[in-house]
């Protein structure tokens, strides 16, 4: 058995590339909090530049950039209008109530798609006694309905009839880049009618830390005051922002190859009985799979595969998340997909 670890749990698990440790090594500093660090202006300018906006903002997490952009738009006691199994509500520790005063609204979607017809019946009538709708949130990939993406056409028309309506929409674009490579679209095309834009540098692009924001100019001086208040006034940070620059530059060259593995694990897993997959629904590089006709819970296979130095995540008592990400290759995959089939067929 080989010793190498194929850990697939995440595409956070990524480590800096020799270019970003050098550009961390090398990285002209300042304090940002009195907006003098070189580095992290030239990183929050290329991030707007490339999202065709005004401004842009440096966040330690995705996380803190979703609530930021969320109590920005947002008073107390309003709603957020948010897809049932999305990042915001199910993995951000209920923070945008516990912080930002605000409810989720969930609306289910398959696929984790919504559309302006379930978004619609969700909006609440303007009435005094009554939490009004103040924001509407969009993810695109969609993480637990296993990567999928947007169409352009689709979030474009929530954004018009949600502006019509004078409703603000964010959008939680941690793995935006995977989307545009699966559109073939640039990240400013189908993100221009957001109103407010965060992404994610330490996921698929590789950074050790990190997450922007993106808007105009008012919106993100908005967001800088909020980061402040929620701890994230960050000093000589241009040694993170220095690696984010590289994978922000060097990162979505490499989502293709990501794509291509994550469909080797796809199309591999669907051949193994018992295991339930359809490789034609993996549209980036999140597979998830259920296994509940193998005779082995999640929790189960999880332990066994990590035994076999294949490291997965559990999603339910039933279903398996797996993410192929830059540190593991083909070869890797192919043998994942081995290991995989051998445990499930032992029984465990």
Not at 57 to 64: D, T
Not at 253 to 272: F, S, T, Y
Not at 290 to 296: A, E, F, M, R
């Given at each position: 058995m080989s010793d190498k670890i194929i850990d697939l749990r995440s595409d956070t698990v990524t480590k800096p590339s020799p270019a970003m440790r050098q550009a961390m090594a090398e990285a002209e500093v300042g304090d940002d909090v009195y907006l003098e660090d070189p580095t992290v202006n030239r990183l929050q300018s290329r991030a707007a530049e490339i999202f065709g906006r005004e401004a842009g903002?440096?966040?330690?997490?995705?996380?803190?950039?979703?609530?930021?952009?969320?109590?920005?738009?947002?008073?107390?006691?309003?709603e957020v209008i948010c897809e049932a199994a999305g990042h915001i509500y199910n993995y951000e520790m209920a923070s945008m109530t516990a912080l930002g005063g605000v409810l989720p609204r969930l609306v289910a979607a398959a696929d984790g798609i919504l559309t302006w017809d379930k978004i619609a019946p969700a909006i609440r009538e303007k009435v005094y006694y009554r939490p009004?709708?103040?924001?509407?949130?969009?993810?695109?990939?969609?993480?637990?309905?296993?990567?999928t993406v947007y169409p352009t056409d689709v979030a474009e028309e929530i954004c018009d009839r949600a502006h019509e309506v004078g409703i603000p929409v964010h959008l939680d674009g941690a793995r935006i880049f995977n989307a545009a490579v699966y559109l073939r679209q640039d990240v400013a095309a189908i993100t221009k009618k957001f109103d407010s834009v965060q992404f994610c540098l330490s996921k698929g692009l590789g950074a050790p830390v990190g997450s922007m924001i993106v808007g105009s100019r008012d919106f993100i001086e908005r967001c800088r005051a909020i980061r402040k208040m929620l701890g994230g006034g960050m000093r000589q940070v241009g040694v993170l922002a220095g690696a984010g620059l590289v994978a922000l530059?060097?990162?979505?060259?490499?989502?293709?190859?990501?794509?291509?593995?994550?469909?080797?694990?796809?199309?591999?897993?669907?051949?193994?009985?018992?295991?339930?997959?359809?490789?034609?629904?993996?549209?980036?590089?999140?597979?998830?799979?259920?296994?509940?006709?193998?005779?082995?819970?999640?929790?189960q296979l999880v332990d066994q595969l990590n035994r076999r130095q294949v490291l997965t995540g559990a999603v339910d008592a039933e279903r398996i998340r797996v993410v192929t990400h830059r540190d593991v290759g083909r070869a890797d995959c192919e043998q994942a997909v081995r290991v995989i089939g051998e445990v499930v067929g032992a029984g465990y």
């Open positions: 903002l440096f966040v330690p997490s995705g996380s803190m950039g979703n609530l930021t952009c969320i109590m920005a738009q947002t008073f107390r006691g309003q009004q709708t103040a924001l509407i949130s969009l993810e695109n990939t969609h993480n637990m309905a296993g990567g530059e060097e990162g979505p060259k490499l989502l293709p190859r990501d794509h291509e593995n994550a469909q080797i694990l796809a199309q591999g897993l669907a051949r193994i009985p018992g295991i339930q997959i359809d490789p034609a629904k993996v549209q980036t590089n999140i597979v998830i799979f259920n296994i509940g006709k193998t005779g082995i819970n999640s929790s």
